[in-house]
């Protein structure tokens, strides 16, 4: 029988990102990963305009 050092296994907490309407203070966007990102919080502003249809050109 083989005798195997434990292995050190890291969980990296997942990294969110959150866009809120200012007026009414609700999260209209939102994005979540597993590993922080550069475009993580343009891709929660994305969710919101397109959850308000708005298109940018």
Avoid: C, Y
């Avoid at 083989?2 to 969980?11: D, F, K």
């Avoid at 997942?14 to 209209?28: G, Y």
């Avoid at 502003?45 to 959850?51: F, G, H, K, V």
Wanted: hydrophobic share 50%; proline share 9%.
């Amino acid at each position: 029988m083989a005798h195997h050092a434990p292995r050190l296994v890291v969980n990296h907490p997942p990294a969110t990102a959150f866009a809120l309407d200012a007026h009414s203070r609700r999260i209209v966007g939102r994005r979540a990963v597993t590993r922080m990102r550069a475009d993580l919080p343009p891709d929660a502003l994305e969710m919101a305009l397109w959850r308000q249809k708005i298109v940018l050109s």
